[in-house]
């Protein structure tokens, strides 16, 4: 599933209906950044859904999503991000070769 122009809210409330239907299931969505300090939209790709995955205790609560989109949209592109059930996202950092 890719879907373009996604506003913060809309992504928030496409995640929360597809947690309804599939409940305990983490879904991990490839954002592209590019256009979000501009228009403040996303494009979202859905990567896996998998079930049963628990959050890591560096989750933050999906009410934190638009701080975090706006400022990791300074930084990067685009950013790899898990939804799950508890209201809890994450965002998947890949470390610099360097690190």
């Not at 590019?34 to 079930?51: F, M, N, P």
């Not at 300074?74 to 209201?87: G, S």
Request: proline residues 3%; negative net charge; charged residues 15%.
């Amino acid at each position: 599933m890719h879907l373009d122009n996604l506003t913060v809210i809309s992504l928030s409330e496409l995640c929360g209906s597809m947690l309804v239907f599939y409940p305990d299931t983490a879904f991990t969505f490839a954002l592209d950044l590019s256009a979000y300090e501009a228009k403040g939209v996303v494009a979202a790709h859905l990567i896996c859904a998998e079930q049963g995955s628990e959050a890591p205790l560096t989750a933050d609560n999906a009410g934190f999503l638009p701080f975090a989109l706006s400022w990791l949209a300074r930084e990067r592109a685009a950013i790899t991000v898990t939804i799950t059930t508890q209201a809890l996202f994450w965002v998947h950092v890949r470390r610099a070769k360097n690190d």
